[in-house]
């Protein structure tokens, strides 16, 4: 069997085997993304012989040009393989496919490793929205960030968006975009793709150099969970067929998390409870979908609590949004348990901003020992939305 061997950036040695999929080495020690406190949260090295499924669906639309189909996606020499056909399945006469992450996650550093197909006609892309992968317009679809989207009729070529959506593919009105640029070398060969995103921005890396930067400002500021798409379709142009079957590699995903955050609702939930009485109030908090709590006003003791499950011990400094309403609690009280100490302090919520509100910066171990609780004075309306957790 001829098997060539070369040796790319990082010093990965990549073998290709007779029949034309890169055969990858086993993987490199994993970088860390740039800067400290970074914990790696969800990955798949697509170095087995099946799909996960526990962890991803396959992307099944009909879209363009193509239908994606589930047996077009396989993991095998180190990489999920996505296979751009010519058949007729579908009403189309070309067929792609993918995987969809069923996990949703939101900020952090999410990274790839990729190479597109050689040949006209597909639309290949690393991208985070809603979704099971059955559409890409589904009804809580948000917040949409392409890392990259390449059309393989120009393959130096690419782009990063940021696009925003009521559901159902209604467009919302943020839309950010790098434009289809020359990024000086071919993408069909194996790049790094990164996208570092907060709740302020989205950076975009390409071989670990910052590509485009955007602000990140979703309509409806809902700081939304998407799941990770890594998708290839025919669209843009009938694809070349003379090139076809051809395929779309994907040698890893990555995806690390640096700071915590715990809402009352939604997947962020999980360490929120309360005791006494609550209600859910009309102000809104941090993220306008998510509703904020308020206690039985002039009525002392109740409290609610955030508790997250920190991945790695650390230096964090928390932050507790604060709804500022005449009503509100003067002295609502915070007590902050970081490594089995307590330090309090009392936050005046009938005047000011609302905002995020920083109750000091401390050591906490990993686990769900550390957390943050709130206990109403009984002066005014206590009021709980959320807290964070950012790594310092
Ligand atoms: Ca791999
Ligand atoms: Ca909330």
Not at 180 to 199: A, K, M, N, P, S
Request: proline letters at 4%; aromatic letters at 14%; charged letters at 15%.
């Amino acid at each position: 069997m001829r098997t060539l061997t070369s040796v790319l950036r990082g010093g990965l040695a990549v073998a290709l085997a007779a029949g034309g999929l890169a055969v990858l080495a086993p993987d490199p020690a994993r970088a860390a993304p740039t800067g400290t406190g970074w914990t790696l949260a969800f990955s798949d090295e697509f170095n087995g012989t099946t799909v996960d499924t526990g962890k991803w669906n396959y992307r099944t639309d009909v879209k363009a040009y193509s239908a994606q189909r589930p047996q077009n996606v396989s993991v095998s020499g180190g990489a999920m393989n996505i296979a751009l056909r010519q058949e007729s399945y579908g009403g189309m006469n070309f067929t792609g496919g993918g995987l969809v992450s069923k996990q949703k996650l939101r900020y952090g550093y999410y990274e790839t490793r990729a190479k597109i197909n050689d040949g006209a006609g597909w639309h290949s892309a690393f991208w985070l929205q809603a979704g099971d992968g059955s559409t890409t317009f589904p009804a809580d679809q948000r917040t949409e960030i392409d890392v990259f989207e390449i059309d393989s009729i120009k393959p130096q070529h690419l782009r990063h968006n940021v696009i925003t959506w009521t559901g159902s593919g209604q467009r919302a009105a943020t839309y950010y975009t790098s434009g289809i640029y020359d990024i000086g070398f071919d993408l069909r060969q194996w790049h790094t793709y990164g996208v570092d995103w907060d709740e302020r921005s989205v950076r975009y890396y390409v071989d670990g150099i910052l590509k485009a930067t955007h602000p990140y400002t979703p309509d409806q500021w809902t700081h939304d969970y998407t799941a990770i798409w890594l998708t290839s379709i025919a669209y843009g142009t009938v694809p070349d067929a003379s090139k076809l079957p051809s395929t779309v590699q994907f040698d890893y995903i990555r995806y690390w998390q640096k700071n915590h955050y715990v809402d009352n609702d939604g997947p962020g939930a999980y360490g929120y409870t309360e005791t006494g009485n609550w209600s859910t109030s009309t102000l809104t908090g941090w993220t306008r979908n998510s509703p904020t709590r308020y206690a039985t006003c002039s009525s002392a003791g109740s409290t609610a609590t955030w508790r997250p499950d920190l991945r790695a011990a650390g230096t964090y400094e928390v932050f507790a949004y604060k709804i500022v309403a005449s009503n509100s609690d003067p002295a609502q009280r915070y007590d902050v348990v970081h490594d089995g100490t307590t330090s309090t302090s009392t936050l005046d919520g009938s005047s000011g901003t609302s905002g995020w509100v920083s109750l000091g910066t401390w050591y906490f171990p990993a686990g769900t020992s550390g957390h943050v609780r709130t206990t109403a004075s009984g002066s005014g309306c206590a009021r709980a939305d959320a807290v964070k957790f950012v790594r310092v």
